[in-house]
């Protein structure tokens, strides 16, 4: 499950403009469960493919401890990227499911 | 002092510098009020912020005044005149205007835009709606218990933060409000006080809880109405682990904690409002609090976001009865989450030009939402260059609120904070721009009237409508 957020460092570099690389960076890098990353072979810098129904969106990813983010939980700073998985139905109540998100993660060979 | 501090002092003393004292930072919803800004008016820019956090300082910081054109159409510079004609006939013949944002302005301009949607018969929403929207529908269902952060820091001794992470998001709420702050029954500060964080995630913010919750992700009703329950004597099966992956004997602690309190405050965020839930994981938590004024003072309050989000909600509740999603299309202000709010009316493909103030769609939307954006015209007044400001077919570079206007704006707790400006910004602000498209497109609206053979009654309705 794939949770975008607020962040520190999202918040500052907004502050720079959010064309500017700096909040690129940051809203494009994912944070990742280290026993998860083992897993499927990924270490701290590697590309990630983010995939569900709705698109995909391509970001590196960087382990956290297991007992800050728990297995199959996913966190990433909000942004353009985010916003290519998130669907648009809002069941009736004008909120997407922006929190909530089912992905596929895969990895991309160098 | 150090020797770098020094020659920073020096450097300061030789520049043409002036202090606002008492300034009031607009970056999120707490906005703080006693910021102590030195301004180098030859560079027009903010040097210091004396009591900012991190967010803040950056807020400062960074909004210069750019070597922009203050008004473009399909990317040409033009003059704000010929960007105010174009922004009214735009909106004047779309049969399903939208406005839309709202939440990184003073409410003077948000009122202008209320004005502007009512005379068009067009639909306004603001980023409450993709925030704290679910809330909002809550509050209608169940209701509020509330206060204001000056009770919470002088009363409160429980504090529970639900679904969000201020240590990110909003750095000063524990020291100023809520978690440090010596109070009046609280004069030892956080000694006097219980921290409880529930969140998925061990964030930041976990270093000032004393008790840390974590739930499985999505399962913050389960969590909420057992809580409810065992608040009201019901038994729980030890099940709930299972089920919710906090132990029975944790919610027991907590349900303890919450009824032998004098003060309780449940502070959430949006952990609740954009997960599977919404409105129901709100009205759970707003239900919970009133259940235990049962038994103490127990308030809940929405962590807000954007510098004025909270002073969008008032200005559209006072002026059209409804505090998101509404639609002017028959005359009358209507209120329909789901269809009239603007991941609705873009992602349906309702909506025939847009109006989009101070907030960025164009990069925090749906992609469909997103996509429909492009293919309409949009009207956009911003800051900065975003990914909207990108589609815009007019677009405005208008002045920062609370560094270059002043103006009001509304704390999360909806109390009302008056902005003192830093410096002057060459660029008009959001106020200025949207009376002005007001009151042309108030005079196309006459024209259109007359020549269509409006009644005389008709005629008088629109010209005294007290907008």
């Not at chain 1, 985010?82 to 669907?87: A, R, V």
């Not at chain 2, 300061?12 to 510098?17: A, L, M, R, S, T």
Request: hydrophobic share 35%; glycine share 8%.
């Amino acid at each position: 499950m794939l949770i975008p957020g607020r962040s520190a460092k999202q918040g500052t570099s907004l502050n720079q403009g959010k064309l500017k690389e700096e909040y690129k960076e940051v809203t494009s890098t994912l944070e990742m469960n280290t026993d998860d990353m083992k897993k499927i072979g990924l270490v701290d810098g590697d590309k990630v493919r983010l995939s569900n129904d709705i698109g995909e969106t391509v970001v590196s990813c960087i382990g956290k401890k297991p007992e800050d983010l728990s297995e199959g939980v996913l966190f990433i700073p909000y942004g353009p990227p985010s916003s290519q998985l998130m669907e648009s139905d809002t069941a009736g109540s004008g909120m997407p499911l922006s929190k909530h998100m089912m992905v596929d993660v895969e990895k991309i060979k160098n | 002092m150090t020797e770098q501090k020094s020659n920073k002092k020096t450097e300061e003393q030789n520049k043409n510098i002036k202090i606002v004292k008492d300034a009031t930072c607009t970056f999120c919803g707490c906005v703080c009020d006693d910021m102590e800004l030195h301004v180098d008016l030859d560079e027009k820019r903010i040097i210091k912020a004396k009591n900012a956090c991190v967010l803040g300082r950056a807020w400062f910081a960074e909004h210069t005044i750019e070597d922009a054109p203050a008004a473009l159409i399909d990317g040409k510079e033009v003059s704000v005149e010929e960007a105010v004609e174009e922004a009214a006939q735009t909106l004047v013949k779309a049969k399903f205007p939208i406005t839309y944002g709202l939440s990184d302005t003073t409410s003077e301009a948000q009122k202008q835009a209320v004005a502007i949607t009512d005379y068009i018969k067009g639909n306004i929403d603001t980023t409450t709606s993709v925030c704290h929207g679910p809330s909002g529908l809550a509050f209608q269902g169940v209701g509020e218990s509330t206060s204001t952060l000056g009770e919470v820091k002088n009363r409160a001794d429980l504090v529970i933060y639900w679904g969000g992470n201020p240590a990110e998001s909003h750095p000063r709420h524990f020291g100023r409000y809520a978690v440090t702050p010596k109070g009046m029954f609280t004069p030892n500060g956080k000694k006097d006080r219980t921290i409880v964080l529930v969140d998925v995630r061990k964030t930041k913010s976990a270093g000032v809880a004393d008790i840390l919750i974590r739930p499985k992700p999505g399962k913050d009703f389960e969590v909420l109405w057992a809580l409810r329950a065992l608040v009201k004597g019901i038994s729980i099966s030890t099940d709930i682990e299972k089920e919710t992956g906090v132990p029975l004997e944790v919610l027991t602690d907590l349900v303890e904690r919450m009824k032998n309190c004098r003060f309780g405050v449940l502070f959430f965020g949006m952990g609740l409002t954009m997960t599977r839930g919404r409105h129901f994981n709100s009205g759970a938590l707003l239900a919970l609090a009133t259940d235990l004024n049962e038994y103490t003072h127990f308030v809940a309050k929405p962590v807000r976001g954007h510098g004025n989000v909270t002073g969008a909600d008032n200005v559209v509740s006072w002026q059209t009865g409804y505090p998101f999603g509404v639609n002017f299309s028959r005359g009358y202000p209507r209120f329909n989450p789901g269809e009239f709010t603007t991941v609705d009316t873009l992602s349906n493909g309702d909506a025939d030009a847009a109006m989009i103030i101070a907030s960025d769609p164009g990069s925090n939307f749906p992609k469909k939402a997103i996509e429909h954006l492009k293919n309409i015209p949009v009207v956009v007044l911003d800051t900065k260059s975003t990914d909207t400001t990108k589609l815009a077919h007019v677009a405005f570079k208008t002045a920062t609120y609370g560094i270059n206007t002043g103006g009001t704006v509304y704390r999360m707790d909806d109390v009302s904070i008056p902005l003192r400006p830093a410096f002057e910004s060459p660029f008009p602000d959001d106020e200025t721009i949207l009376k002005a498209i007001k009151k042309r497109v108030h005079e196309l609206i006459l024209k259109k009237n007359d020549s269509r053979g409006a009644s005389g009654e008709a005629k008088v309705a629109a010209a005294v409508n007290p907008l």
